[in-house]
Structures are given as C-alpha cells and as structure tokens.
C-alpha cells in the first residue's frame, strides 16, 4: 500500500549526540514537509521541500537539517545545536499543487534526549 | 502569512451529545481549510477539507465543516459524538499559490459515556 514511513518510532539521544529520522514516501509525491509537535503547540514547521534537491527552512529549523536526494526520501537530523529536541516529529507528503492538496503523515517518531 | 486559531484546548462532551470543536483563520488570500484527526501516538488523518466549492463539507465519519467567509470561520460539527471519536482534531490553513500549511494548536475532544 502507498504511503509514508518513519522510523524510529522512538529514539533516545544523549546531549550532544546528532540523531537522524527517516522519512520514506512511494505515493510519487513531489512536495515533503517535517513538522514538530509539543503538547498545546500544534503542529510547527521545520523544513519543507517541493522538489529533488532544493529545501526551505520552516518556522523552527535552527538546529535542524535537511536533505532531498531523492523523490522518496526527505531524511531529518536533529543536531547537537537544537536546545531542546524532544518532541513528537511528524514527516508528510504532498502533491505538488498550489497549496489545496492534503497532506499525508506518517506515524511519527518521539524523540526523547536523556 | 496565514494562520490559524482554535478556541478551546480541551472540549468534553457526553456520548450522543453534538460536537462543535471552533476555529478561525487568517489569511490575506482566498484559503484552503483543512480539519486533521490525530489518535494517541498516531500521524494526522484528513477529516475533511474546503477547497472553493460548497461551503458545506462533509467529512468522514459524520463530520462536517461550515465556511464562513465573513465570520473567518472554519468550524467542525458532529451531530451525535461516539466514543470512538475521542482524539485531537487539528484545524489547518493553507494559502493557494504555496504549499505552506499552518496549523492551529490542536483541540482534544473528550468524549464521556
């Protein structure tokens, strides 16, 4: 079945250690998005990427990376710079149209720094 | 840019009571509105969505939204809860000409039997 994967679906990370999260799609979507969750915060854009090769920061990228090498894969790395990364990170997907088409998640992956 | 407000964090109903989860946008062009479900652990579902055709959505499982233009609304109704419905709704906003998606802070709906 077509859709979005993440994982790990839970990680833990030391301080200072970079931790990356996987995001597969193989709905032939163009447009991928990472978003990060806190409780009573909603959802918050971290980066997003409309098409191989080219990414744009969200609201909150201080801390993060991005890469879009491929269609299918849009891989996040929370760095040793991100205050404080736990949180509910939520990978989705898009078709590529002027901004009516719905997104696809995936489950998510709750990182937890010890 | 635009955005997205929803009133209430935390909403109780009882079983079979109606549902009417609040939110209001701001956008400097004509919108897309969007209502996501997210369960405990879970990604986000789409509920429904208004892309400029009736303002009347209906959604999956007996959900719908009402677009108020004048009123900047976008609110989500269900004439009867079920236990079943209990989780976090989401409203979202997304501007046509981009493919930015803002999100409100999320409302958890309880539902009590």
């Known amino acids: 079945d077509g859709g979005i994967t993440q994982s790990p679906k839970y990680l833990f990370r030391k301080e200072g250690q970079n931790v990356t999260l996987s995001c597969e799609q193989n709905?032939?979507?163009?447009?991928m998005y990472w978003y990060r969750q806190d409780p009573g915060q909603g959802l918050r854009l971290i980066y997003y990427?409309?098409?191989?090769?080219?990414?744009q920061k969200g609201d909150i990228a201080e801390g993060y990376s991005v890469s879009r090498e491929k269609k299918e894969s849009f891989p996040l790395t929370v760095t040793s710079a991100q205050k404080n990364p736990t949180a509910f990170y939520l990978c989705?997907?898009?078709?590529?149209?002027?901004?009516?088409?719905?997104?696809?998640f995936g489950e998510g992956s709750r990182l937890t720094v010890l | 840019a635009q955005s997205v407000t929803q009133l209430g964090s935390h909403v109780s109903v009882s079983e079979g009571a109606l549902v009417l989860l609040r939110c209001n946008y701001s956008?400097?062009?004509?919108?897309?509105l969007f209502w996501y479900v997210q369960y405990p652990n879970q990604g986000l579902q789409l509920l429904l969505k208004?892309?400029?055709?009736?303002?009347l959505v209906k959604g999956i499982n007996g959900f719908e939204a009402e677009f108020k233009k004048s009123e900047t609304s976008f609110h989500l109704t269900k004439p009867s809860a079920h236990m079943s419905d209990a989780a976090e709704y989401f409203c979202?906003?997304?501007?046509?000409?981009?493919?930015?998606?803002?999100f409100g802070a999320g409302t958890r709906l309880t539902v009590k039997p």
């Open positions: 979202a906003v997304s501007e046509r000409w981009n493919n930015d998606m803002r």
């Open positions: 208004y892309t400029s055709a009736a303002t």
């Open positions: 990427s409309q098409i191989v090769n080219d990414f």
């Open positions: 989705a997907s898009s078709t590529r149209t002027s901004g009516n088409g719905e997104l696809f």
């Open positions: 709905l032939n979507h163009d447009a």
């Open positions: 956008s400097s062009v004509p919108p897309y």
